[in-house]
């Protein structure tokens, strides 16, 4: 694409007046290369200006449309570069395809809460239930684990595993409350200082592997490596080395006793009980899949092994045979959510897809994957996708604001500019933030014609329902040629296409030609779940 073309066809994006195939181009282009994208915004931020400029000399011009006067003072853009440029941090925006999903640029920095992460439990029960998932960060203020084990670890490299029933704080990096409960810490050197305040005293370590038990109006402080100080309240400090121990109550009485290093899990013998409980788990898992192969409804089903390097192939596991099999694009081998190597596809590099075909039409459909997502930095993050979008052609994928978006294609020949839709897209609220990059989620839509209803679920719940309007029901969708994990194909000889691969990894993906209930979702997720 030549400058000249660039240049016309951001004027006849800004007029509102591209056809389709143009606008294609357009946003292709925008999405692969900044100076079009620095382009676009000048002329957005000029033609904002000279709108308001304008307003200073009467309503002869304050009537006329921002594209309007901006066509008819071409002849003043130099001048105005330099300005339009310190306008961008506030009137920059992505172009969206869709006039339903508007998507606002933000000059806003990504941060997140938290001092440390949950990497490991086994048979868990929290009080905070919604937040305390594996890999998720610690939420703030006082947390209760009412039964099970934890392992947690904090940003200053201080492993803990906690035995419930447990309250405790976190509250820096560096320091924690334990108001109750079995906790054992391994400190390494570039966190020697570590604190760990109880109800009867403080310890402050000195380099070292120590516990603490807190019951009954008791602490107990066990060192099984290196030193540390303990500080009880109202009374002298203590120095306890290795192999050493004590217990303080409330009346201050001390008892010195050996360290009970058997008494408290430690993050070695956790790791390997982890590894037992997921190795257990996929055999399980592998077994109810077996099952799931033969259901009827199963169009396609794809395990995400990395296949060998020359045939790049993926067998089609739904014994229905109506799909074949698929074809790996660049994805590279990745480890899949039971932590086995080469058993998932990371799709992070540009162009990376499984390409498959999917022949028929279908009344309903149900989508379902295992996914693990580093970010969302396209303005379109994909799942499955259809070549193009043709008619009655859905489209599955994740927004960068964290939304999943489906979509099947009603209407052809739309006219954008007088807010004609060619689609209703089913958004649900945002489900993924930058805490939850790197945790395998399963993700499923139910496009339900019969109840003309679309469900989207996370980790087998349902996360929203909305119902079909009457005008966009779609009773036979087509598939066709599509994409797992990417979009669009460079069209004739124009190399360009929208990034839209998906950054992170899938070890799954299902299509079933007839809506899972809520129930079946459930099961799916509950035998799944690493």
Do not use: C
């Not at 969206?96 to 001092?115: C, D, H, L, W, Y």
């Not at 109750?180 to 050197?189: K, M």
């Not at 993050?267 to 592998?286: G, I, K, M």
């Amino acid at each position: 694409m030549t400058r000249r073309e660039r240049s016309e066809l951001i004027d006849g994006l800004i007029d509102g007046a591209l056809p389709e195939s143009d606008f294609l181009r357009i946003e292709a282009e925008l999405s692969v290369n900044p100076a079009a994208r620095r382009e676009y915004y000048d002329r957005l931020a000029l033609g904002a200006m000279l709108e308001a400029e304008a307003r200073t000399f009467g309503p002869a011009l304050i009537d006329r449309s921002a594209s309007s006067f901006w066509r008819k003072t071409r002849w003043i853009a130099a001048g105005m570069a330099a300005a339009a440029a310190l306008s961008l941090a506030t009137l920059g925006g992505y172009l969206s395809k869709s006039t339903e999903a508007p998507i606002v640029a933000s000059a806003v920095e990504q941060n997140a809460r938290g001092f440390g992460l949950l990497v490991g439990e086994s048979d868990t029960i929290w009080s905070h239930a919604e937040a305390m998932r594996v890999g998720a960060l610690l939420p703030a203020g006082p947390l209760r684990l009412d039964s099970g084990i934890a392992q947690i670890e904090l940003f200053s490299g201080v492993s803990l595993v906690v035995e419930g029933a447990a309250e405790f704080e976190i509250v820096s990096p560096m320091q924690m409350i334990v108001s109750s409960g079995r906790i054992r810490a391994r400190v390494p050197e570039a966190a020697h200082g570590f604190q760990l305040q109880s109800p009867d005293g403080q310890v402050v370590d000195l380099g070292t592997e120590f516990a603490v038990n807190v019951a009954d109006g008791r602490s107990e402080v066990h060192v099984f490596d290196g030193e540390v100080e303990w500080h009880p309240q109202n009374a002298a400090m203590h120095h306890l080395g290795q192999g050493q121990a004590l217990s303080w109550d409330e009346s201050s009485t001390l008892i010195d006793r050996p360290a009970d290093e058997q008494g408290f899990i430690g993050v070695d013998e956790f790791t390997a009980r982890l590894v037992q409980d997921r190795t257990s788990r996929r055999e399980h898992w592998l077994q109810f899949s077996a099952r799931l192969q033969h259901d009827p409804r199963l169009v396609a089903y794809y395990r995400m092994a990395a296949p060998q390097q020359w045939s790049r192939r993926l067998d089609n596991r739904a014994t229905s045979e109506v799909v074949g099999e698929g074809a790996v694009v660049g994805a590279a081998p990745a480890s899949d959510r039971w932590g086995n190597a080469a058993q998932a596809l990371d799709f992070s590099p540009t162009g990376s897809r499984v390409r498959v075909v999917v022949p028929g039409e279908y009344r309903s459909l149900t989508l379902m994957t295992w996914v693990k997502i580093n970010s969302l930095d396209r303005w379109y993050n994909s799942l499955f996708l259809t070549d193009g979008h043709e008619l009655h052609e859905p489209h599955w994928q994740i927004m960068d604001d964290g939304r999943m978006f489906f979509s099947v294609k009603k209407r052809e020949g739309v006219d954008r500019t007088k807010g004609e839709r060619d689609k209703h897209i089913y958004f649900s609220p945002p489900f993924w933030h930058q805490s939850l990059s790197g945790q395998w989620l399963m993700l499923a839509t139910v496009y339900d014609v019969d109840q003309r209803r679309v469900t989207h679920y996370l980790n087998g719940a349902p996360l929203s329902r909305e119902t079909m309007p009457e005008d966009y029901v779609v009773e036979n969708v087509n598939i066709g040629a599509a994409s797992i994990g990417n979009w669009d194909l460079p069209i004739r000889e124009d190399p360009h296409f929208a990034v839209r691969n998906l950054n992170g990894s899938m070890d799954e993906f299902a299509l079933f030609s007839a809506p899972l209930t809520d129930e079946e979702i459930a099961e799916i997720y509950a035998h799944g779940k690493p």
